[in-house]
């Protein structure tokens, strides 16, 4: 099984100089605005977003590289790019968190669950808004023009997961549509900012947000499957898209192999989980007999598989084994 620590080692080096220049650059006036940062930047995830824009920088960059990542090639333009990015990601997981009234968060509580919503609210925002401040005071207008766009993009992922929520009638193009603006357009914008932030060409930024967007596909199909499963270790509470209302590939996959009599039996089930627990395990023995993880698993492979095609255009190098292996970790990842 791959690890995250063998993707992350041909870029160690510009990964700790990462986490200094965001410690550097990420403070905040009053004592509880700056408790709230600290504990929402210490909780960060895997750092797949950084993570994905060093490994575009440096294989665009055509730098030799070496396995044990001793060595920066990157520089500070690459780490803005990534901090731009990893920022408007944290923040919209703490918002996230308010609107699907989540009280945990990888394992840790959650910034509303220790703070109240109104100022987990107001932190995301802060982060925001420091973010874009930090982007126009280093007058890198590339740069945050993309994420601008980026931002809009996810806020209309969100809305469109709501109305869908609300009508428990999405369909698989529905679902891809709105994990394609709430996650992958932004695993898009990591890659083509690490590919713009060391000059490579259009044709090789658009190679970069491509490869981006397909393993952001498959990234939001597997933590759809990791909902179902219960023995995963992501931190999260387990069913949680069920008792939201979300209807995502496993029940899909699903819903798609029944009658339309069965298909309305089972979205009865669903407007139940919310408030009634044993609707929640029915929902599973559902999902389970109808083999949605194996069949959404299927998806999320052919939307990897594409992602490595693209790779094929570059010499091997370290950094193309590590981009190769973040597509393994992908897939197999059970947190
Ligand atoms: C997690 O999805 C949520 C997102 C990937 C996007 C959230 C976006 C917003 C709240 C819009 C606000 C945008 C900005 C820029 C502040 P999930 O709920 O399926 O995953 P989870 O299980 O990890 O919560
Ligand atoms: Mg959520």
């Known amino acids: 099984m791959i690890s995250i620590d063998v993707i992350r080692k041909p870029i160690l080096a510009d990964l700790e100089a990462f986490d200094a220049f965001v410690g550097e650059n990420f403070s905040a006036e009053g004592e509880l605005l700056q408790d709230m940062l600290t504990y929402a930047l ?3 995830g895997k750092g797949v977003r950084p993570i994905l824009t060093m490994l575009a920088a ?30 408007i990601h944290t923040a919209s997981l703490i918002h996230d968190d308010v609107l699907d009234g989540a009280d945990e968060r990888r394992g840790k509580p959650s910034v509303n669950a220790k703070w109240q919503s109104d100022r987990a609210i107001i932190l995301g925002d802060y982060i925001l808004a420091r973010t874009m401040a930090l982007g126009m005071a280093s007058a890198q207008y590339d740069l945050v023009s993309y994420v601008g766009s980026a931002m809009a993009t996810l806020c209309e992922g969100e809305v469109l997961q709501s109305q869908h ?23 898009g914008v990591a890659a083509a ?26 990234f939001q199909i597997q933590d759809d499957i990791l909902d179902y499963n219960r023995q995963n270790n992501t931190g999260k509470p387990v069913n ?39 609707a929640v395990d029915e929902l599973q023995r559902i999902v389970d007999e109808g083999g949605g993880a194996a069949l959404a698993s299927e998806t999320m492979h052919a939307y990897l598989s594409r992602a490595m095609h693209l790779l094929a255009k570059y010499p091997a190098s370290p950094y193309r084994e590590a981009m190769m292996n973040l597509c393994t970790f992908i897939a197999e990842r059970d947190k």
Do not use: Q, W
């Open 193 to 218: 900012l690490g590919a713009l932030s060391v000059g490579a060409t259009k044709e090789e930024v658009d190679r970069m947000r491509k490869f981006g967007e397909a393993i952001g596909m498959a």
């Open 240 to 278: 949680n898209d069920l008792r939201e209302h979300k209807i995502t590939l496993p029940l899909i996959e699903v819903l798609e192999r029944v009658t339309p009599e069965r298909r309305t039996e089972i979205v009865d089930v669903l407007r139940r989980c919310d408030t009634d627990e044993s």
């Open 42 to 44: 210490s909780s960060r």
């Open 58 to 87: 440096s294989i665009c960059s055509g730098h030799a590289g070496a396995e044990c990542g001793a060595e920066r090639v990157c520089s500070k333009r690459t780490y803005l790019a990534a901090m731009l990015v990893e920022m």
């Open 165 to 187: 929520a609300n009508s428990f009638d999405t369909t698989r193009n529905d679902y891809f549509d709105i994990i394609y603006r709430k996650t992958a357009s932004l695993l």
